[in-house]
Structure formats: C-alpha cells, structure tokens
C-alpha cells in the first residue's frame, strides 16, 4: 500500500519558517520525481516545487529564494524549507510523487502564516 504522509505544519508568523517533510512508502521512492502542492481556501491547488530522481529541482515564482526542496533516498522523505514566510503562503499542503502516469499524493498538512 502506497502512503505518503506529511507533517510540520504549523501556524508560524510572517517571516518565520517552518520545514515540511514528506515520509514515502510503498514505492520504489528513488525512482520517482517528488513534488509539493498546496491549496488555498477558494483557489487552485498549485505546484510549489519538485524535484527529480536525478535531484533536479524547479519551484514556483512566487516562492522561488524562499523555499527549497530537497530529498533523502535513504529515508524515503522529501522536505519543504520554507522561510520569509508570507500570509499568501497559508494553504494546505500536499506531496506528490509522480513516475509516468502514476500519481500519489498525500493527505496534507496545514500551514497558517499569521500574526
């Protein structure tokens, strides 16, 4: 069975920073290009950033100089470190692995950027 389950969400100040991880399991976790979504209340869910199995990596405008992602093969774990965290950047957050047409994706994580 397939799980990926997210965890570090917070409610965190502007300007502050938090580290989202991803644990995998069920897949063959270094073969796959990892990525991180998130979704505001009334809007779209949106790419954040990915990375490859390859350790590529591309991001969202919005977010780019922020936040980086980065993975660990071993652990079968991919992180979001996101710093100079902005109110727009509340949403929930999602992991995603992707191998062709194969998608997984997770239950979530909420982060709330507040003061």
């Known amino acids: 069975q397939v799980q990926l389950v997210e965890s570090g969400g917070a409610l965190v100040q502007p300007g502050g920073s938090l580290r989202l991880s991803c644990a995998a399991s069920g897949i063959s976790f270094s073969i796959y290009t990892m990525g991180w979504f998130r979704q505001a209340p009334g809007k779209q869910r949106e790419l954040v950033a990915t990375i490859t199995n390859t350790g590529y990596t591309n991001s969202f405008d919005s977010v780019k100089g922020r936040f980086t992602i980065s993975r660990d093969n071993v652990k079968k774990t991919v992180y979001l470190q996101m710093n100079s965290l902005k109110p727009e950047d509340t949403a929930v957050y999602y992991c995603?692995?992707?191998?062709?047409?194969?998608?997984?994706w997770g239950q979530g994580t909420q982060v709330t950027v507040s003061s």
């Open positions: 995603n692995a992707a191998q062709r047409a194969v998608v997984y």
